[in-house]
Structure formats: C-alpha cells, structure tokens
C-alpha cells in the first residue's frame, strides 16, 4: 500500500502544467501571428481604397468622353485654343487638352484627338487616361 502511495505523489509532483517560460513563448508565437494577420489588414483597406478611388476616376472620364462625343465638333469644349480644359468635381480633377489633326494630308483639319487624365485628391490614387478622336462630319 506505501509504494501505491508513492506512485500517486510522484504523479502529482510531475503534473504541476506549464511554466512561465512556456506561457511567454506561446504569447509570444501568438502576439507574432495576431501582427500578420493585422499587417495584412491593413494592406487589404489600402488595395481596396485604392481600387474604389480608381474605378470612380475610371467612370468620370468615361464619362467626359461620352459628353465631349455628344457636344457638337466645334463646341468650345473640343476648341483646343481653351487647352487645358478642366473640372473640378469633388475630390477629382478632369482635365483634357484637345489637338487638332490632318489625316488625310489636304491641308484642312478633320479631326480632334482628346486626352482626357483623372486626378485624385488622394496622393494615394493612380491617374487616369484616355483618348479619344472625334472626326468632323
């Protein structure tokens, strides 16, 4: 019955559960893991951000180009004595400078190439461009 006795305090004595060292080690790993996963974070809002400030810019001068396609060839819009032209529209600027061409070689110029770029206030948020040639009817 003695060497039951001390089979059973032995058990007890080696079943004592984790040290302080293993508490700071598994903290430690984990405090490590919880920084990734929050770098990562932050880096998805940023790309987000990012992409939603250049789908809007994208959609504005779309959307420039449609108006300018719609005015008349000689609107003051599409007169490049007025280059740049610009609009401010909340946190984004439209610009576009007009050029006039010679495609044919007559002398007489038929069409206008536009340049259209997109700007954010955000230094963060890429430029758009686009061009467009509008030829007189």
Not at 25 to 54: D, E
Not at 67 to 88: K, Q, R, W
Request: hydrophobic content about 45%.
């Amino acid at each position: 019955m003695l060497n039951t006795q001390t089979a059973k305090m032995t058990h007890r004595i080696d079943d004592r559960g984790f040290t302080f060292i293993e508490l700071l080690i598994v903290i430690a790993i984990f405090s490590i893991g919880i920084l990734a996963v929050a770098s990562m974070q932050v880096t998805s809002i940023n790309a987000n951000a990012s992409a939603r400030m250049s789908g809007e810019a994208t959609a504005l001068a779309a959307n420039q180009i449609e108006t300018l396609m719609a005015s008349g060839y000689n609107d003051a819009a599409l007169n490049p004595a007025f280059n740049p032209h610009e609009i401010v529209q909340g946190a984004y600027t439209i610009n576009w400078v007009v050029t006039e061409s010679d495609i044919d070689g007559d002398g007489t110029n038929e069409s206008k190439t536009v340049f259209v770029t997109v700007r954010c206030a955000n230094p963060n948020a890429k430029d758009v461009n686009m061009q467009y040639i509008i030829h007189e009817l």
